[in-house]
């Protein structure tokens, strides 16, 4: 041993020569994450020393919880962040990047289809932003755990995986999730109604509805079905109304088990505003060819509970009556010759006029002081 420690010794210059020094030329640590000293998410008891890691704790259906992973740059060059990866379509990020000075860059989506995101100079803070938006979340009253994978050109941290721990509060289940009311006439209006049951191991329980829409109706009933607490919520638009789409939200105040306010509950309501009649399909449309008549034809009806209808004549534009005629026939007929549905018939008799395409409008005519006359769209296809 005596003899080799002399050599070791006079080899050693010559080994860092030829590594070019190790010491001098060691690269940084590339990305470096800095610690967090944020609130505590809801329900959860101490800090979880993993900097790469957090828990939102309980976090209520609907809300969205956000949070700001730093990390510092120590490299002698900059840091390309080339991808992110959120491993989950409710979380959204967005990066930037502080210089030493204050300056903030900010990067471009983490959708963008672009070589480099955002490059982080020398000394630069990365801030990585999660967003998560519980309401896209489809794992409701359960752990769930979310990897987001950050990509970047850094050799000491070619990649750094975060994680997000979650569990979303979603204390009633409502069936169906939409009060989807459909058509509504303008004249009638419509009801609908959904079901409102406890889920996961909540023993929350509904209260009042909170102030309704304009024009809406609403109603809210408790029952127990099957040892089971049921909530049932009757709402509709009643006339007069206005045609149009409408997307509605009623609200229902919440008590969680000791009796606090809790979250509101949010049920939407969809409804399109449409007149009192309506035909199926919405237009007649066929082919006629040049020596063949050809015909189309829709049934025409009324949105309004009960309302029978009686058609007079079914009048084609003037100047298309050489070639086309139509007429009506009752489905439903009563002794008045009244009928809850109408075929209407459009007929196409050669010889037709030399333009490849017809398009006009019918005029149902009706006996009915509230709906005199109703249009109905054709088109006819020449060949």
């Known amino acids: 041993m005596s003899r080799l420690l002399p050599l070791l010794l006079a080899l050693l210059p010559l080994v860092l020569a030829c590594s070019g020094g190790a010491t001098a030329a060691e690269p940084g640590q590339g990305l470096v994450l800095l610690p967090h000293d944020g609130p505590l998410g809801r329900g959860v008891k101490e800090r979880d020393p993993r900097l790469e890691f957090h828990d939102f704790g309980r976090v209520p259906d609907g809300n969205t919880v956000t949070r700001v992973f730093r990390l510092r740059n120590s490299d002698p060059r900059p840091i390309a962040i080339q991808r992110v990866d959120p491993g989950c379509g409710c979380t959204v990020p967005a990066l930037r990047a502080v210089l030493p000075d204050g300056t903030v860059l900010q990067g471009e989506s983490a959708a963008a289809k672009v070589p480099v995101l955002l490059s982080v100079p020398p000394g630069a803070i990365f801030e990585l932003e999660l967003a998560i938006h519980t309401r896209d979340m489809v794992t409701k009253n359960t752990d769930k755990l979310v990897t987001v994978r950050v990509t970047t050109d850094a050799p000491a941290s070619y990649f750094v995986t975060l994680e997000l721990h979650i569990l979303v509060e979603k204390p009633f289940s409502v069936v169906p999730g939409t009060l989807a009311l459909g058509q509504v006439p303008e004249n009638g209006g419509k009801d609908g109604k959904v079901e409102i049951v406890p889920a996961g191991a909540f023993a929350h329980t509904l209260g009042e509805l909170q102030e309704l829409p304009q024009g809406v109706t609403a109603e809210l009933t408790f029952e127990e079905r099957n040892f089971m607490p049921l909530w049932t919520l009757k709402a509709g638009l009643h006339p007069p109304l206005e045609r149009g789409p409408r997307t509605l939200t009623l609200r229902i105040a919440t008590h969680d088990e000791t009796g606090a306010p ?97 398009a006009g409008r019918l005029r149902v005519r009706l006996d009915d002081p509230q709906h005199p006359e109703h249009l109905l769209d054709f088109v006819v296809h020449l060949r």
Do not use: C, M, N
């Not at 449309?285 to 009806?301: C, H, M, Q, R, T």
């Not at 009556?321 to 009752?330: D, G, I």
């Open 262 to 358: 809790g979250e509101i509950l949010e049920v939407p309501l969809t409804a399109q505003v449409v007149g009192d009649l309506a035909s199926d399909p919405s237009r007649i449309v066929f082919k006629a060819g040049a020596d063949v008549p050809a015909e189309g034809s829709l049934e025409l009806f009324s949105l309004l509970p009960g309302q029978r209808l009686k058609v007079r004549a079914v009048e084609v534009p003037e100047e298309r009556r050489a070639w086309l005629a139509a007429e009506a026939v009752p489905l439903e007929p009563d002794a008045a010759g009244s009928s809850a549905r109408w075929r209407i018939v459009l007929r196409a008799t050669p010889p037709h006029p030399p333009e490849k395409t017809q």
